[in-house]
């Protein structure tokens, strides 16, 4: 965990040299597409986000029913968001994300760290706006533990990291703003 966390800092601190932050505040709603977690299927999410100059602030529900036991998930995030060599077609954003997996009936805790990018395809005055982007994060997960894989052999590997309890997913997302 505490390199994913030295990870954000180190990114932020990097781009923080060539960025600005967002010079306008909007409400984005998306839809995202995770195929990375098993050769079963693909997780599923919704979520919204109040993208103000300084950050943002979102909240989203998944869903996987590709394992033997399913999960949903409850997530906020908030994070810092900003644009590139003045370009404000693309925002990037980073930030922490936090909330509870519920598997069968039970709620485990799951906190973590996000990194994205959205590409805006419509024109900046046009009302709504359609993005598409991805993302990347890492969440400590409870629901990890030996009571839904009996073993630490029933997950796949991570690109960063071999924690049994540490998730990495990337998704693609296909947002609209207003």
Do not use: C
Not at 50 to 60: D, E, F, L, R, T
Request: hydrophobic residues 40%; proline residues 3%; without cysteine.
């Amino acid at each position: 965990m505490r390199k994913i966390l030295l990870g954000l800092l180190l990114v932020s601190s990097i781009v923080n040299v060539n960025a600005q932050f967002i010079t306008k505040d909007y409400t984005q709603i998306s839809v995202y597409i995770d195929p990375t977690i098993t050769d079963n299927g693909f997780q599923i999410g919704g979520e919204i986000q109040k993208i103000m100059h300084w950050g943002y602030a979102s909240i989203g529900a998944s869903t996987y029913n590709g394992f033997i036991v399913s999960y949903t998930d409850l997530i906020g995030t908030l994070g810092i968001n900003f644009n590139l060599f003045n370009n404000d077609v693309v925002r990037y954003y980073n930030g922490f994300r936090l909330g509870l997996i519920w598997r069968e009936t039970s709620p485990f805790p799951a906190v973590g760290g996000v990194l994205g990018f959205d590409i805006r395809l419509s024109k900046f005055y046009s009302k709504p706006q359609i993005l598409i982007g991805a993302r990347l994060w890492t969440d400590y997960r409870e629901d990890q533990k030996n009571q839904f894989y009996g073993d630490s052999n029933g997950y796949k590997k991570g690109l960063i990291t071999n924690n049994p309890l540490l998730q990495e997913n990337g998704a693609i997302v296909v947002s609209m703003s207003w």
